[in-house]
């Protein structure tokens, strides 16, 4: 039996009424300069399988992007865990800015970037010039990050349990956080703790929705 290859990965980046060729390219690439292609699943030929295997990726990334339908993932972050982060007064994950601003912005659709409030100037000056000239891709108005909704986005531990979280950015800070009502209870499944060290991944799944995953980094000379 030929063993089975996953297909190439693909998501609706831009609308044609709001985009241009070159803006969906040159998105493509960003993207392509961010992911990394999962490994084959087991019943593919050994040979194959380490041929494809991708250096740095945890096998519990790998499970679950492969068990959620994505065809690649790309690593978000490493960061320690502070007091902050599994605060059940603050009850938000903070993701400093350069970090959404490289690693998960360029990803992300116009929309995406409008509802989790990552606009730059740029865009406004974009979408200005497009009103000006009879053309569709109106952002829309900037709204404070503590007000703001944010964008939803599907948020798993290392052990395959997810929920619902929102990704936004505060005005004042600039940083970025995900939050919500399921923050208490995804930390506390995460077993994670201030001092921890945790990776962060992130995909899309196969309906071509925003998804991360959080879990704690560890060595396997530890582990073992």
């Not at 996953?6 to 709001?18: D, E, I, M, R, V």
């Not at 994950?93 to 606009?119: S, V």
């Not at 829309?140 to 531990?157: A, F, I, Q």
Request: a neutral charge.
């Amino acid at each position: 039996m030929a063993p089975h290859y996953l297909l190439p990965f693909s998501f609706s980046l831009l609308s044609s009424a709001t985009s241009s060729t070159t803006e969906i390219l040159e998105t493509l690439d960003l993207i392509s300069k961010l992911s990394s292609p999962l490994p084959l699943p087991k019943q593919a030929a050994a040979a194959a399988a380490d041929e494809t295997k991708v250096e740095g990726m945890p096998e519990w990334v790998a499970k679950l992007t492969v068990d959620k339908g994505a065809a690649f993932a790309w690593k978000v972050m490493e960061k320690e865990i502070y007091a902050s982060d599994v605060s059940d007064q603050q009850n938000r994950f903070l993701i400093r800015k350069q970090i959404a601003e490289d690693r998960i912005r360029p990803a992300m659709t116009r929309d995406e970037i409008a509802a989790a409030n990552l606009m730059s100037s740029d865009d406004f000056t974009t979408s200005k010039r497009r009103r000006l000239s009879g053309g569709a891709g109106e952002i829309g108005e900037r709204k404070e990050g503590r007000e703001h909704g944010g964008l939803p986005v599907m948020v798993y531990t290392r052990y395959g349990w997810g929920c619902l979280l929102h990704l936004t950015r505060w005005d004042a800070s600039k940083a970025s956080v995900l939050k919500g009502g399921n923050y208490r209870e995804f930390y506390r499944r995460s077993f994670l703790a201030a001092g921890d060290v945790v990776e962060m991944w992130a995909f899309r799944d196969g309906h071509g929705k925003l998804c991360f995953i959080i879990g704690n980094k560890i060595d396997l000379d530890i582990s073992l």
